[in-house]
């Protein structure tokens, strides 16, 4: 395979055309003249967790709530462990966002009086099947900023500590790339695919996040170097069996309870109603021969249930296809949840880079919004604009000082010797008997069974995350000698490492935090309690010299400005 | 969870191929698109939208619970309809872009 190079240069690259990277390409379009590169591994107009459509945005400060009650509720659902100076300064942006994505096209519903419609206290709902194509549309209206679809992007270029911008390749095209920029922003999105998930056969792939976003975020800036914070804080969704499909629409929209193959409503057995509790209760009514569980919709009216297809047709199609495919609908009969295998993904939970408050990285130069920015959970659609928009201003201050790169002999030899990295995938190894499929089954095994996956009912025994850290290191050197036929192989041959490195961080984190927190997130059999006098604060890592290195962070507080210092 | 392009219907226009966030659908030497990759659809349904033909079918996977019946879609430009096939009935959700969503 002979691979072109293409070598670009650009004030600011933006990695990943999601929902965050959008938004930070739109912020910079309209505050500079400043030029950007967004670097897309799918197409804009239908990537990431928002190809499919949504239909709520969860964070949005109503009239009754305050941006100090709204960090009050992400700290307790997250049991202390947030970044505050975070998530406040992401929360004061809120329904800025909000009205920024509505003058841009998107429907959002309205009471008489021409205020939004809440669903839940901190939610309201929109009409968000189109929510992608709005978002991209508006990028390409823009000038200043050049979308390259279908260009995959696998490693920071980094001068002495700094990142001065990536290597990638494109899936469609034999061209490999290097783009160097004045400052990046790292907005590629969380994981999936780490854990064998709910439906292994043929529809593995029908999950609750997107199984496009295989944490290459978080994985090139292991391998740089960055500071990586919570990735013991897994993330798992409770949803319709099967399909894989919200519960929120019918728990929050339509007020279903959850109950037990009894019809009893076991969230009354706890005072907590956080969402790791109700996925936790779901669990335990489970192993204790009380399930399955439902969310209670038989007896609603036809009308509702009418209206529910068509809301699930507006972001989910599978479970109204379910409904009419077996013929028992909600009205009829209650829906099945159950919990999805664990993801790593920093919108929901609090995993991802360790950013200053401007969310810069530990690594000058490199920023980080969205679902790969760590320390501020509950982010959701607005939480990752309002991101997007605070990492774009601060890249934006950051470029006023920086030159751009000159492509010297060094960066040259540098150009080659990555491209020669990729060209070894092409090189027909006999040696290679494993093919990419196996290697990722054989991945999401180790991490089911070893690291707290479905079928261990997510607990994790520290005792066997020492076989776990080992095996992946054993598969991460079969992935390294995986045949490629084509780029889209090479697509898969990275996808799979990055999973394995962000694995790899993942089972250091589960070995440092010796306790449990947020319920199945992190539930320990040898450390069974919650332990706030010695654990509210947080675990982060750096990946030096093969191995990773422990720091432990104290929390920070709403009104403090975070600088990184040592 | 997967999707199925009619040779038929299709016109070969390419918009499938672009629009899916993983990249699963390639054309053929014949023009026509095709699933290259059934497995690994997320189900996500933008290359059934993008569809200006209705030549793709959105069904569940027999693994969970599929058992024939499919789905495709027409752009009326304000709505969508939903066309759902399940054996010899056909039914047709209506989607208003602006006011489809009660929930």
């Known amino acids: 395979m002979q691979l072109k190079t293409q070598v670009l240069e650009t004030d600011i690259l933006i990695i990943g055309g999601g929902t965050a990277g959008c938004f930070s390409a739109l912020t910079i379009a309209e505050k500079s003249d400043a030029r950007v590169i967004i670097a897309e591994k799918a197409h804009i107009k239908r990537s990431g967790c928002l190809a499919a459509g949504v239909n709520a945005l969860n964070a949005f400060i109503h009239e009754n709530e305050s941006v100090d009650s709204y960090v009050d509720y992400v700290k307790a659902d997250s049991q202390g462990i947030i970044r505050e100076d975070l998530v406040y300064t992401a929360a004061l942006r809120l329904n800025d966002v909000t009205r920024k994505i509505e003058s841009l096209g998107l429907p959002i519903l309205k009471d008489a009086r021409g205020k939004y419609i809440a669903r839940g206290r901190r939610g309201i709902k929109i009409n968000g099947e189109n929510i992608k194509p709005i978002l991209a549309k508006a990028v390409y209206s823009h000038k200043n900023i050049t979308v390259l679809n279908r260009v995959n992007m696998i490693d920071y270029i980094l001068d002495s500590n700094c990142v001065i911008g990536a290597f990638g390749f494109s899936v469609e095209e034999n061209v490999f790339y290097a783009i160097y920029a004045r400052a990046v922003i790292c907005a590629t999105g969380g994981a999936a695919g780490l854990y064998r998930p709910n439906n292994p056969g043929f529809s593995r792939h029908k999950m609750w996040y997107c199984p496009f976003n295989t944490g290459a975020g978080y994985a090139m800036g292991i391998r740089a170097g960055a500071e990586m914070t919570t990735f013991e804080m897994r993330f798992i969704a409770l949803r319709c069996k099967d399909t894989i499909s919200p519960t929120g629409t019918i728990a929050n929209g339509l007020g279903a309870r959850q109950v037990n193959r009894y019809g009893f409503e076991y969230i009354e057995n706890y005072k907590d109603r956080s969402t790791p509790l109700r996925l936790f209760a779901t669990v335990q009514e489970m192993l204790k021969g009380s399930g399955p569980c439902f969310l209670r919709t038989k007896g609603i009216t036809k009308e509702q249930e009418a209206d529910l297809y068509k809301a699930y047709l507006n972001m989910s199609l599978a479970q109204t296809l379910k409904w009419i495919e077996t013929g028992k609908g909600p009205s009829s009969e209650n829906v099945e949840i159950e919990g999805t295998e664990p993801y790593i993904v920093g919108g929901h939970t609090a995993s991802g880079y360790w950013v200053d408050t401007k969310r810069q990285t530990t690594l000058p130069g490199l920023f980080a919004a969205g679902d790969v920015a760590g320390g501020s959970p509950k982010k959701y659609v607005t939480g990752c604009f309002a991101e997007g928009q605070i990492a774009a201003e601060s890249a934006l201050e950051y470029i006023k000082n920086r030159n751009p790169t000159v492509i010297t002999m060094f960066e040259r030899r540098r150009i080659r010797r990555k491209k020669r990295e990729l060209n070894h995938f092409f090189r027909k190894k006999l040696f290679a008997i494993h093919s990419i499929d196996e290697i990722e089954d054989a991945m999401q095994k180790v991490m089911d069974e070893n690291a707290g996956g479905i079928s261990k009912n997510y607990l994790i025994e520290h005792s066997k995350l020492e076989y776990a850290r080992q095996r992946i290191d054993e598969l991460l050197e079969l992935a390294r000698n995986l045949n490629a036929e084509d780029m889209h192989d090479l697509l898969f041959i990275y996808e799979i490492i990055d999973r394995l490195y962000v694995c790899k961080a993942l089972i250091h984190h589960l070995q440092s935090r010796k306790e449990s927190r947020w319920y199945n997130y992190m539930s320990s059999i040898e450390y069974p309690e919650r332990d706030d006098s010695q654990w509210l604060k947080f675990v982060n890592s750096v990946y030096e010299n093969g191995k990773f290195r422990t720091i432990f962070r104290e929390l920070t507080g709403r009104c403090e400005f975070y600088e990184h210092c040592n | ?103």
């Open chain 2, 1 to 103: 969870m997967s999707i199925a392009i009619d040779r038929e219907i299709c016109k070969g226009c390419g918009a499938c191929v672009e629009i899916c966030p993983g990249r699963l659908i390639y054309r053929s030497e014949e023009g026509w698109s095709y699933m290259k990759y059934p497995r690994d659809c997320w189900g996500c349904a933008s290359c059934v939208k993008e569809c200006q033909h209705s030549a793709i079918r959105y069904y569940l996977g027999a693994d969970i619970g599929g058992k024939g019946a499919w789905l495709t879609t027409e752009d009326k430009e304000e709505s969508i309809d939903f066309i759902i096939v399940n054996g010899e009935k056909q039914q047709v959700i209506t989607v208003n872009r602006k006011e489809s969503n009660k929930y």
